[in-house]
């Protein structure tokens, strides 16, 4: 069956070249849109047979996540074209004021968050807090413009700066936990041109500052956190290891052969909801629940594997309801090569 793909680029320039590799592999014909362009609409309704919109949600600068989530709208739930990942799945990405509304209503455990719209309801709030508490920012991978709150006094410096003129912003430049700043300077002094790029793009970053809100979260005493990983058929598994106050956004991971509860307890979650690419970040409390702290529709690689079980990389599937051991390279380009996978298996069926 021929299939044909368009592949949105977002705002970054660089968004499309994994699903480019990955149709490239499959070889499947797409062509590439950008999404942020005033003719998206025209150059993607044109073509007449489409067999899905591949995309990488926008996530990082406000202005073009709610551009991405509203002009994906249209293309699923009004046009009906089939995307991936899907509408709610990209919709609830990254948006941590929606997540926290979403796990609610879906009685999916996770950590008690509050949302405060008004100062003095926010201020008032904090006679009843038990801290620390975790302040996070709407929109901020990998840990980015998340604040542990040990105390009263943090609490009501961080609602005043909140609902001030200049508001809250995530830190200028490279992320410290994920980045390395070594080979980071080392390409930005000798490639100009990279340098002037990524300036930019931390004003654009640093620029988008939360105003007029605040989201207080409970805070799980923790020592690692899992991420489980779930693309189509196939699950992975490791822990993050707490660097500082945080595992969000580490380089700490441990790989070791995940429990068969916390795989049922995500494939348990992901069926109900359609989830079909999604990373869930879960702590384990004290008497061994789990609960839901991120999930993530994209989301990066440490490692060039999710998974490594008695020294062998590979993944789980789940064969009448029993987990399998798969040994192999599943994560190949960014586990993209495993998403297109999941989707001309769907598109064949």
Avoid at 97 to 120: D, G, M, Q, R, V
Avoid at 235 to 259: D, L, Q, W
Avoid at 265 to 278: A, H, P, Q, Y
Avoid at 307 to 331: A, C, P, Q, S, T
């Amino acid at each position: 069956m021929n299939h044909y793909f368009i592949i949105l680029k977002n705002e970054k320039d660089n968004s499309h070249l994994e699903w480019k590799n990955a149709c490239l592999e499959f070889e499947v014909d797409y062509s590439i849109v950008d999404i942020t362009q005033t003719d998206w609409y025209i150059r993607i309704s044109s073509h007449k047979h489409v067999s899905c919109i591949l995309h990488r949600s926008s996530g990082e600068i406000s202005r073009f996540k709610n551009l991405f989530d509203e002009r994906l709208y249209i293309l699923s739930e009004i046009l009906n074209y089939m995307v991936y990942p899907s509408f709610k799945e990209s919709y609830i990405y990254e948006n941590k004021k929606l997540l926290s509304y979403y796990l609610k209503s879906k009685c999916i455990p996770h950590p008690e968050t509050c949302i405060f719209y008004y100062k003095n309801e926010a201020l008032l709030s904090l006679a009843d807090i038990n801290f620390p508490i975790v302040a996070k920012m709407s929109i901020g991978a990998s840990g980015a413009g998340v604040e542990i709150l040990k105390n009263k006094s943090d609490a009501r410096n961080y609602i005043i700066k909140a609902f001030s003129k200049k508001g809250l912003r995530r830190k200028f430049g490279p992320n410290r936990k994920t980045g390395n700043i070594k080979t980071w300077t080392k390409k930005s002094i000798f490639n100009i041109s990279f340098l002037l790029k990524k300036i930019r793009y931390y004003i654009q970053v640093y620029s988008d500052n939360q105003k007029d809100f605040v989201i207080f979260q409970e805070y799980i005493p923790h020592d690692f956190e899992w991420r489980v990983v779930k693309i189509g058929k196939s699950y992975f598994a490791h822990k993050k290891i707490k660097m500082g106050e945080m595992c969000s956004g580490t380089k700490g991971i441990n790989y070791v052969n995940p429990p068969f509860k916390i795989l049922d307890f995500v494939k348990n979650i992901c069926e109900k909801e359609n989830f079909d690419s999604m990373a869930i970040d879960i702590f384990e409390n004290e008497r061994g629940d789990y609960i839901v702290n991120e999930l993530q529709t994209i989301f990066g690689h440490v490692q060039k594997f999710l998974l490594m079980v008695d020294d062998k990389i590979g993944r789980y599937i789940n064969i009448d309801n029993k987990w399998e051991f798969e040994e192999g390279d599943f994560n190949r380009n960014l586990s993209f090569n495993l998403r297109l996978e999941s989707v001309i298996e769907f598109l064949e069926k």
